[in-house]
């Protein structure tokens, strides 16, 4: 399986303290994509599910985790890996939130015994056109599905009271920059690193 990151505590793509699992890969190419650097698998990223694993214990050992959120990249490009990591997760809590570039329908066809073992469901292509801040969805075009009928108060409640924000992590990489961007952050980015003389960094 290809893994690019693997952070905690993530507090903007889902409720409470989560585990956030990047996979590395994605054909969808979505233009204005927040991490493009993860659609192509570099072997960098090549793990395996018990290092994944035991990074994960070592997190659950110390530290509450509220539950899981898996994007990248698509964990959906990668069938055969989900469907190893899907279970071992379902063995620490029900609500594990998926993003894919997928849609719902194509999932089900493609892919039933995965979708049954996810808790929520965000699906479909980002659209920058169509990105106008709806809560937990990079654009309006998406969908959240409630998939695990035990999760749909929580959820409920997280939807009515969230707000969209961004959550920083340094890591040996730089900083990485996580949550639902506003339209046009990149250039804002650029135009902050410019100010600041490290236009070529």
Known sequence: ?????????????GPGNRIGIWFNGCSHNCPGCSNPELWEPMERYKTTLEVVWKLIGHICKSH???????????????????????????QITNDILVYTGFEYDELLYLYPELVAQVGVLIDGKYMQERNTGAILRGSDNQQIIVLDERLVDRY?????????????????????????HRPGFETQVDTLLRGKGLEDI
């Open 1 to 13: 399986m290809y893994i690019a990151r693997i952070l905690y505590p993530v507090n903007v793509l």
């Open 64 to 90: 509450p985790v509220d539950g899981f959120t898996l994007t990248g990249g698509d964990p959906f490009a990668q069938p055969a890996a989900l469907g190893q990591l899907l279970p071992v997760l379902s």
């Open 156 to 180: 409920q409640s997280y939807l009515e009271t969230a707000e969209n924000e961004i959550q920083n992590f340094t890591t040996i990489d730089g900083v990485i920059s996580i949550g639902i």
